[in-house]
Every structure is written in C-alpha cells, then in structure tokens.
C-alpha cells in the first residue's frame, strides 16, 4: 500500500490490517448493519495461505476507533487477467463504514491502490448500489427471504410444485446429518461441480474454512441408503444461515435430493436461531436462479460496481461466456479423479 494511503485526512487514517488487528475489525463487523460473512478477517488468511494470493486488508481508524474497513484480494493469472477484489471467492464485499467520510478514504485508497498495481480493473461485490456513476455487472442476483421459527410454516411458504419434491426426497428416505466431514462433502461436491463444467477448488480449501470458521462453517449430508447423494457447506453470520458450496451426485437428482438438503438445512437454521436464509448468487436465468425462485424467493440485484485501470470494459469470466463453451463440454467429460487433481490450478485464479 502506498504511503499515502496512511497519512491523516479529515482526522482520519486508512491503515493496513496487520495481525494482532483481527479482533478490532471481527469487532466492527460484528456490530455493522451492512457487514457480511465474507468481510471477516479469517478471510484474508483463507485466501493467502491457502489459495496463494496477495490481500490488502484496508481500514480506516479515528482516534483509535474503527469506522469503516474494505477488504481486497489481488488476483493475478495468465488465464484471467490481473484484478483487485471485494472479495474474491465471495459473493459479498465491498465498503462497510459507519460514515461518509470513512467511506470515502476507502474508495480514495482503494483506486488509488488498482492505479498503482496497474491491475486491469478494481471490483467492488457490493448488495446495493453504491457508486451510480462506475460500471456496474448486473450478471448476477441474490436470493434472501425471511424464514419462521415454526418448521411447518416454513414447508407451506415453499410453492407446492417445489414442496412436492422436498416430500418426493422424504417419501425416498433420504436422511440428513449436520457436521459432517471434508471427506464426503468433497467427493459429492467435486462431483457436482464437474457435471456442470466447472472446477474445483483444492481439499485443503473447505479444511481450512472449516477449522478457520468453526461452528460458523457446517457441512450438511445427505444420504440415500447409506450413501452419500447431497452436500453443503453452511455459513452461519448472526442470524442469518447461508447455504453456500452445495450440490448431488447425478443419482440424487432422481430422488429430489437438492430439494431435500436445503430443506433440512432450512430446519437446522431454525434450530440454530437463524431468521433469515440467504440462498446465495446465481446468474439471471441460469438453472439455479429458477430453482431459487420456485422456492418462492425473489431475487434481489447484485450491482458489483467496477473501477477500471486497464481493462477497456466490464469482464467477462463467467460460464455464460461464449469463448468458455468448448472447455466447459470438455470439462464434464473428465474423469473425477482428473477434475479434482488438475480443477484446483484453474479455479485458484478465477475468483
């Protein structure tokens, strides 16, 4: 970070988070209204340690105190291109401060920062509009709804067509179990994720937000005669639960196993506290966004914001991408043992 971004302005400073600060900012994003999951400070170990990319964790303080702070990960591939994220791997990011002028610095440091790595564009995972006059990605959407602590009210808000197939994965016998291992979550996830094309990220990857994030971080399975056919990684954030690496094995969609999984999940929220479920990302009229929205969620725009350095326009590195339609065919024809060996190298980069 350039000396400049720690000089004092308007009584503020914008500092980087060195250890020893992760409590202070755990703290502040603990008590911010607009603060995720995803803007916790574990994050930047995750995606350092594990995934070998450089962060820059900013913050701005005012008399010892934290009012607002922005986390940044660079990622820089041959393949994809060279960028500056909040945050990449997650789907929230962004600003989150408790005034105008702390925002602000932040903004000022953050394009200050992209201008000085010469990286190709600066993108900001934002859940609002914020910056109306930056391009803004309108690729994607959220899916969050309110859920009752009452699990029959929450099975009757689900549509009947859809709640028939949380009965069709009950009627088979599915069964459900909370806290499970790295192991069977990986081998059926890494199985999903191939079947649509896309890479895996490495083992030690879910390890790590599993040991990092503790209670926070609950692997769901589902079984069918013993056998595993569903999985999903969990993150919990004050009330809300956030169901988000998940996916069956090609059997388990005969047998309604995603529809299952979530709704034991939904019941495992309650259990926990949580009042809100959030279903995640996906891209406008995508195969996810239908099934969210047969759920009886309404999606909600994402409005990822870009400040752009190098790059002449808003990128492209989503599946829709038409140049990706070839190795996309080819992927899902790989054996599983080859996706899970080689998917890491390529999915590390693509953020």
Known sequence: ????????????????????????????????????????????????????HRSHYLYVERDGVITGILPLAEIRSRLFGHALISTPFCVYGGVVASDPDSEALLMQAATELADDLQVNYLELRNREL??????????????????????????????????????????????????????????????????????????????????????????TVVTHQGQPVAAVMSFYFRDEVHPYYGGSVARGRDLAANDFMYWAVMQRAVERGARLFDYGRSKQDSGSYHFKKHWGFEPQPLPYAYYLVRAKGIPNISPDNRKYDLFIRAWKQLPLPVSCAVGPWLARDLG
């Not at 060195?18 to 916790?40: I, K, L, S, Y």
């Open 1 to 52: 970070m350039p000396d400049r971004a720690d000089r004092p302005i308007n009584c503020c400073v914008v500092k980087r988070l060195e250890q020893g600060d992760e409590r202070r900012w755990n703290d502040f994003v603990a008590d911010a209204p607009q603060a995720t999951f995803f803007h916790r400070a574990a994050w930047r170990g995750i995606i350092e340690q594990v995934l070998g």
């Open 130 to 219: 914020r910056y109306p006059t930056w391009p803004v990605k309108d690729l994607y959407v959220s899916f969050r709804k309110v859920i009752h602590p009452d699990h029959d009210e929450n099975l009757k808000a689900i549509p009947r067509k859809q709640r028939a197939m949380v009965r069709k994965g009950i009627s088979a016998g599915l069964q459900s179990h909370h806290g499970g291992g790295i192991a069977e979550f990986y081998r059926v996830y890494a199985e999903s994720v191939r079947n649509l094309g896309t890479p895996v990220l490495s083992r030690n990857y879910y390890m790590a937000l599993q040991q990092t994030f503790g209670e926070d971080c609950e692997v």
